[in-house]
């Protein structure tokens, strides 16, 4: 029996035995014996033997067989079990991902203890017993009570303005006892009819399309492509309401999550409370509580980070991708997948619709949109008929800024005229820290991390030198550590502390406020700024990537693109698509509120077609050539790509390995749906290219040697068949070699 057979199905008897998954680094299911006394079927929680401990497992299939010498299952846990669906989704991820089935089994069962009751909490309530005697404090306590009971002792004492210990005397006096309150909900009850949003004809128009797909129970994935500020939200809360109505969860994920406040709030004034939230930020306990609630039902909307797509829903009824092309819905590390993509395919097996929410879509979901596998809403124009911001280029060649500074002239009396009209403006910068490079002016020593070929950054507010690869930080010193001369260290290039610096000596008055998750304080800091920047608290915000997710400053007219080129000039096949999703993302914060906006765009190639589409306003011809180019190179998503990278602490070691994967590649036999180009011969068309190995572009990370190997291959290839053969030819790896596969990379350093 597979994964895919009903719960329903056959049930262990005395006599038959169960296959179990455990949540280890193995694809291996192990067989036990079911103890006379105790009745499993699929999905169920098993405490079992497994090596020399005892360890929790999820029963896989149940088959006939007396056990012969099988160990026993020990327990069956008392905890929801995992359906089918559920299980089909762990086996497909390992299958895609070539991970370990028991590894995809661990990031669905992170926090299945959820399930023991919640510690018991206690109020007071009056009994018919009036107390042996009477105080002024003690009759404000029984008054208090009398307008609210039940009550914890230390509101109860706060109520009546008296010590605990007053309540105590008449708790032991028996005029009070304690009763024990009901456990909190771990996620609060959403009313879908409560406050309902007024709509545009287009939001309307896509609203009652999500709510006629959530209504149909059917898989199928939608791409809600809205410009900035155009309301997508609000067209996919309706989604949420059709589906709680229907008795359905939803799952929304989010790019930053926890950063993302501001959504929070807005579904809170729509649904009256905030949906349950999962991400890294949540405690043991809370993860644990909304693990148990996702699996029985009862935490309806569940708000969350990559991750919570494998989270155990009793129903999912819906699944909403905000922001689908953010890069940081690829987990690169563990099981490597993209939730985007996972999120499709758990919608299939949930018969659960799928909405790809973005401003810049992914070029492989605009064309599955275009080819129509995807249903496609557009959503034209901004919400209340605002127009889209003006966008301008300063081209650094003609009119750059004076030596020394990073902001040009132009840009800076835009910020003037702002400052002057009590305006917010933007300074935007890919780059955290304040300088990418610090080196030596005297002999030319450069500060590089000792774990990783990677510069050190500096970070100036942390008086560090910090790798932004391992996290390696030392002190920034005051002479060269080669020369030993002092005062001859130079940073080089603008970080955001950078601007910092410069902004405060141009408006020494203005309130700025600097974005970087890598500032001391955390999540809540972050998401305390945001708030206040959206507040209009600040008169100029500077910021990294994350003030381009979604966030919404009602007073903001100006953006500023301090370099529009970072990005641009790599290897990565996906840098141009990258480069202008963000910056349209960016510049479209400008101008969502009641004053019109405008951008303006450092950049000394003004030419490049980025940056003219993006001046143009033309997101048509820009994914247009995008899909050229990427059509003529038969790259995604006209193709297929494979990442392998081996690594090792000995660079001889790891080297040696890659090339014996490569000329183990080249000497296999065609398999079912793949055969391997010839080495140094042109390639036919539907033949997989093996190229490589070569040395990564960060050569060493984390004290570890990399090479890549690159695998290029028709879309209907069996690509991951290639790789299992290709990874069974090659000798196994020794000395502490490990190899990373990678298929559908989206990094390539």
Not at 225 to 249: D, N, P
Not at 297 to 320: T, Y
Request: glycine residues 8%; proline residues 8%.
């Amino acid at each position: 029996m597979s994964a895919a057979d009903s719960d329903d199905g056959k049930r262990a008897t005395p006599g038959v035995v169960v296959d179990a998954l455990f949540p280890v680094a193995v694809d291996t299911l192990y067989s036990y014996r079911v103890p006379s006394d105790l009745t499993l079927a699929p999905g169920d929680f098993v405490l079992a033997p497994l090596g020399t401990r005892m360890s929790t497992g999820v029963v896989w299939t149940v088959r006939e067989g007396d056990g012969g010498n099988l160990k026993s299952i020990t327990a069956k846990r008392d905890w929801p079990p995992l359906k089918a669906a559920m299980r089909d989704f762990i086996d497909w991820v390992a299958r895609w991902t070539l991970a370990p089935r028991g590894m995809a089994l661990r990031m669905a069962t992170r926090g299945p203890e959820a399930a023991a009751a919640p510690a018991v909490k206690f109020a007071v309530q009056a009994t018919a017993k009036p107390p042996s005697r009477a105080t002024p404090a003690r009759e404000r306590v029984l008054a208090a009570l009398a307008a609210q009971s039940p009550q914890t002792r230390a509101a109860l004492a706060a109520a009546a303005q008296c010590g605990v210990g007053v309540v105590d005397g008449l708790i032991d006096d028996g005029a009070l006892e304690l009763v024990a309150l009901d456990p909190d909900p771990a996620a609060p009850p959403l009313d879908p009819d409560r406050a309902a949003l007024p709509l545009s004809p287009d939001q309307r128009a896509a609203a009652a399309a999500l709510e006629h797909a959530v209504r149909s129970r059917t898989a199928r994935t939608i791409l809600l492509e809205g410009v900035t500020g155009s309301g997508k939200t609000e067209v996919y809360f309706e989604a949420i309401a059709a589906t709680l109505r229907a008795g359905r969860q939803a799952l929304v994920l989010l790019p930053e999550i926890a950063l993302t406040s501001q959504f929070l709030d807005r579904f809170a004034a729509r649904f009256g409370a905030r949906p349950a939230e999962w991400h890294s930020a949540i405690t043991p306990r809370q993860r644990e509580r909304l693990w148990g609630a996702a699996a029985n039902g009862e935490a309806r909307v569940v708000v969350g980070a990559r991750s919570a797509l494998f989270l155990p829903f009793a129903d999912l009824g819906l699944i909403v991708v905000d922001e689908e092309h953010e890069g940081a819905y690829k987990q690169e590390e563990g099981v490597v997948y993209h939730a985007r993509d996972m999120a499709v395919v758990r919608g299939k097996l949930e018969n659960a619709p799928v909405v790809l929410a973005s401003a810049t879509p992914s070029l492989e979901t605009r064309v599955n949109a275009e080819r129509g596998r995807y249903d496609w809403l557009k959503l034209p124009a901004r919400f209340g008929e605002r127009p889209m911001p003006d966008l301008a280029a300063i081209d650094l060649r003609r009119e750059g800024p004076p030596r020394g500074r990073w902001l040009a002239s132009r840009l800076v009396e835009a910020i003037a005229a702002g400052l002057s009209a009590g305006e917010q403006s933007l300074l935007f910068l890919n780059r955290r820290g304040y300088a990418p490079l610090t080196l030596c002016r005297a002999c030319g020593y450069r500060f590089q991390c000792p774990n990783c070929s990677a510069w050190l950054v500096e970070h100036r507010f942390r008086k560090a030198l910090i790798c932004h690869h391992c996290g390696h930080s030392e002190p920034r010193p005051e002479i060269c550590p080669q020369c030993l001369e002092a005062d001859t260290l130079a940073a080089c290039g603008p970080g955001v502390e950078r601007l910092a610096e410069e902004v405060a000596a141009l408006f020494p008055d203005a309130r700025t406020l600097v974005l970087s998750s890598d500032f001391p304080g955390g999540i809540e800091r972050l998401r305390a700024q945001l708030d206040a920047a959206a507040r209009g608290e600040y008169d100029i915000v500077i910021g990294t990537q994350l003030v381009a997710k979604g966030h919404n400053f009602p007073l903001l007219t100006l953006v500023g693109i301090v370099d529009a080129d970072v990005g641009l000039s790599n290897g990565d096949p996906r840098a141009a698509e990258r480069t202008f999703q963000l910056l349209r993302q960016a510049t479209g914060r400008a101008g969502r509120g009641e004053r019109p906006g405008r951008a303006l765009l450092q950049t000394w190639q003004p030419e490049h077609p980025v940056i003219a589409a993006l001046i143009a306003g033309d997101v048509e011809r820009f994914y247009a050539e995008e899909a050229e180019q990427r059509r003529r190179g038969a790259l995604p998503p006209f193709g297929r790509l494979a990442a392998i990278v081996v690594s090792g602490e000995d660079r001889g070691g790891a080297e040696a390995h890659a090339r014996a994967l490569a000329r183990a590649g080249h000497k296999l036999a065609p398999g079912k749906g793949w055969r391997v180009a010839p080495l140094g011969g042109a390639p036919q068309g539907d033949e997989i290219i093996l190229l490589g190995p070569a040395e990564a572009p960060i050569a060493v990370l984390r004290g570890r040697h990399r090479f890549r190997l690159a695998v290029k291959a028709p879309r209907a290839a069996d690509l991951q068949g290639f790789l299992r053969a290709l990874i069974a030819a090659a000798p196994p790896p020794r000395g502490g070699v490990r190899i990373a596969v990678d298929v559908d990379p989206q990094s390539f350093m």
